[in-house]
C-alpha cells in the first residue's frame, strides 16, 4: 500500500478554489467570477447554478483578490470627529453603527471604524481618499470639519445628520430628523402639562443637531407666548449635562422645567436636581432627547424625544450601498420621524 507523501496532510481539508466551483457548475472560470462579482451579464439560471454550487462545495470569495480586480477596497469608513470617550459613551453612535453593520452584513463590504478627534479631519481625508475605502459614512459633523464637508466631492459620502450648510455642497446625501421640530415638540408636551418657565440645555452650536434643538425651543416658546427661561450650553455628555444644570441653578432665574437636546446630558440634569433636593417632576419637570438606554437608567425613568437611531444607521447603510452600486438613492435627504416617549420624568 502506497502512503501518501509526507508533505501532505492526508485529513486536511481542500479549500474550494473557483476553478473547483466552475468544474461542479459545468461552467467556466470566467463565468464564476462574473456572478462572485454580481455582473448582471449572468442569466438568471446560470446565476442559480453557480450559487449552488458555491453552497455545496462551501466556496468564500478571496477579498484581496477581488479588490484588486475591482479596484475596490470592499471596505466603507465610518467617520467621527469625535474623541474615544465621546463615541463610545454616547448609546447614540452605538445604535447607529447597530443599524450600519445590520444592513452591511448582507453585503460583501465591511465597516471600518475612523475616529477622526476633534482636530484630525485633514489627517483622515488623507486616509479616506488614499484607496483604502470605497465610501464614507460621517457621523457627528462640527463646523470646524470643512474638509470632511468637502469630501463628497471625491468619494461617495453619506452624513448622519444635516451637514452645517449642505446648500453649499451640491451633491449632498444626509439621513436625519427634523431636529428643530423634534425639539419644539418636546417643549411643546411640557407647556401642555401647564410649565410656564421652561429652561434649556442646548447642544454644542457647533453642530447643526445642537442649534437646530435650541431653535425648537424657542419656537415653541414663541407659539405659546411664553417668554424664554434660562439656558445652558451643554456637550452630550452626562458630565457636561450636571455643569449646564448646575449653571441653571446659580443663574438666579427660576424655573419649572428643562428641555435638554441629550439623553445622557439629561441624566447629568437629573443627578443634581436631585442633590439639591428638588423632585421631578413636581418641582422641575425634564424631557430629553434620543430615547437610547440612557432613558431608562435613572432613578426617574425619562419623557423624552425618540429618534429612530438604528433605523437611521439602516438607511445610512442603504443610502451608501446605492452610491457605490451607481444606483442614485430614492431620496437623497432623508428626514425620519420622531415622537415624544412619555415616562416619569414629565
Known amino acids: ?73 470592499m471596505a466603507i469608513a465610518l467617520v467621527a470627529p469625535e474623541d474615544t470617550t465621546r463615541f463610545f459613551g454616547d448609546p447614540y453612535f452605538a445604535a447607529v453603527v447597530q443599524g450600519i453593520s445590520r444592513v ?22 488623507d486616509y479616506l481618499l488614499g484607496g483604502n475605502v470605497d ?53 411643546r408636551y411640557l407647556i401642555d402639562r401647564g410649565r410656564t418657565r421652561i429652561a434649556t440645555v442646548h447642544g454644542p452650536v457647533d453642530m447643526p443637531a445642537g442649534l437646530d434643538r435650541l431653535a425648537g425651543w424657542r419656537d415653541a416658546l414663541a407659539a405659546a407666548g411664553l417668554p424664554e427661561g434660562p439656558r445652558a450650553d451643554g456637550d452630550f455628555t452626562m458630565l457636561g449635562g450636571a455643569r449646564a444644570a448646575r449653571e441653571l441653578l446659580t443663574s438666579g432665574e427660576e424655573f419649572d422645567a428643562v428641555f435638554v437636546a441629550s439623553d445622557l446630558m439629561a441624566l447629568g440634569v437629573l443627578n443634581v436636581l436631585r442633590e439639591r433636593g428638588l423632585r421631578v417632576p413636581e418641582d422641575v419637570a425634564v424631557v ?38 451607481g444606483r442614485v438613492p430614492a431620496q437623497t435627504r432623508l428626514l425620519m420621524p420622531t415622537d415624544v416617549v412619555v415616562r416619569a420624568s414629565a
Open 1 to 73: 500500500m502506497t502512503s501518501a507523501p509526507a508533505s501532505v496532510d492526508a485529513g486536511a481539508r481542500i479549500t474550494p478554489t473557483l476553478e473547483m466551483v466552475a468544474a461542479e457548475a459545468g461552467v467556466s472560470r470566467s463565468t464564476v467570477s462574473r456572478v462572485v462579482n454580481g455582473s448582471p451579464k449572468v442569466s438568471a439560471d446560470v446565476v442559480a447554478t453557480v450559487q449552488e454550487a458555491i453552497a455545496r462545495l462551501g466556496y468564500r470569495p478571496n477579498r484581496a483578490a477581488r479588490s484588486l480586480a475591482n479596484r475596490r477596497s
Open 104 to 125: 452591511l452584513d448582507d453585503s460583501d463590504y465591511v465597516l471600518n471604524l475612523h475616529l477622526a478627534g476633534p482636530s484630525g479631519s485633514r489627517k483622515s481625508v
Open 135 to 187: 465610501g464614507a459614512i460621517v457621523v457627528s459633523h462640527h463646523s470646524g470639519d470643512h474638509d470632511l464637508a468637502t469630501l463628497g466631492a471625491s468619494l461617495p459620502v453619506v452624513f448622519g445628520g444635516r451637514p452645517i450648510d449642505p446648500e453649499q455642497t451640491p451633491g449632498t446625501y444626509f439621513v436625519d430628523v427634523d431636529n428643530r421640530l423634534a425639539a419644539a415638540d418636546g417643549t
Open 288 to 325: 430629553g432627547f434620543d430615547d437610547s438606554p440612557a432613558a431608562l437608567t435613572g432613578e426617574v425613568p425619562l419623557t423624552t424625544v425618540r429618534q429612530p437611531s438604528e433605523l437611521m444607521g439602516e438607511a445610512m447603510a442603504r443610502m451608501m450601498l446605492d452610491l457605490l452600486a
